[in-house]
């Protein structure tokens, strides 16, 4: 029983200097001193020279020199681990800050392709008949295509004032609008037509004999690189264009297409 206390004893003692070691506060002269006080008090026939040898047989005859090595080697296997934790540290630092760049670099990289995407995404225009002056167009025997002059906007350049023309330059949904005006005749009406790629989508048309004739509409059309939108006047009609700006030509991108997203519709 007497062996088993001892033996706590000791447990104990060893387990608080080698904590003290790994928190780093004891130092080993401090390691010696805490087990040397220990020693003496678990044998105080070495502090007593009055206690005889039988009293001293009563208490542990524990070997420092063997716990004290063991101590040291464990000491040196304590900062030797915490060495490496240090050098461990340091690396995962500093693989943590390459990572950092270089998600940081790629960020930056995302950043300025999605906005050259916007940017071509960016595609809409609207213009008007008649830059200055006012006048009749039409009516003429065959259709003719509309140029719409006056250009209130034309943010990616898809619409051609010289020709009116807009042709796609990204593959999506198109919004496009239209409208006419004109003066009442019994005889001439005022009729005009989107076209795409050379066939009629949708038709504005007015007709009374007197007072002005109005009339607009609208479309959404899905349209490949390259496909063209215009309107058109037909043969025999007429409209009238002034300062108002009363005929008026406009489309913009609703969204990109791909090949899966035309599957699904």
């Known amino acids: 029983m007497k062996g088993l206390l001892c033996t706590l004893l000791l447990l104990e003692t060893f387990v ?7 928190d780093g506060g004891l130092s080993e002269n401090e390691i010696s001193q805490q087990l040397s006080t220990e020693d003496r008090r678990q044998n105080p026939a070495q502090t007593d020279p009055r206690r005889d040898e039988s009293d001293s047989q009563q208490y542990c005859h524990l070997s ?26 340091t690396r995962l630092r500093e693989e943590l800050n390459k990572k950092t760049d270089e998600m940081s670099n790629l960020t930056e990289s995302q950043v300025e392709e999605l906005r050259k995407g916007n940017r071509d995404r960016e595609i809409a225009f609207s213009a008007s008949l008649m830059e200055s002056g006012s006048g009749y167009i039409g009516p003429f025997t065959t259709e003719i295509t509309l140029t719409y002059r006056n250009v209130f906007t034309n ?18 949904a198109y919004m496009f609008n239209f409208s006419i005006y004109g003066h009442g005749s019994s ?8 076209v795409k790629n050379g066939e009629k989508v949708v038709i504005a048309h007015g007709h009374q004999d007197q007072y002005a004739v109005n009339s607009s509409k609208g479309v959404v059309l899905i349209l490949e690189v390259g496909d063209v939108v ?14 108002n700006k009363h005929n008026t030509f406009s489309g913009y991108l609703l969204f990109p297409l791909r090949e899966q997203d035309l599957c699904r519709m």
């Open 230 to 243: 215009y309107v058109r006047l037909w043969s025999g009609t007429r409209i009238y264009d002034d300062q």
């Open 187 to 194: 005889s001439t009406s005022a009729t005009v037509s989107i």
């Open 16 to 22: 608080f200097v080698v904590q003290q070691q790994v």
């Open 155 to 172: 943010i990616g350049n898809a619409y051609n004032p010289i020709t009116g023309i807009f042709t796609a330059p990204l593959k999506g």
């Open 64 to 89: 420092f020199p063997d716990i004290h090595a063991a101590l040291r080697e464990l000491t040196a296997t304590v900062t030797e681990q915490k060495a490496n934790i240090r050098a461990l540290e």
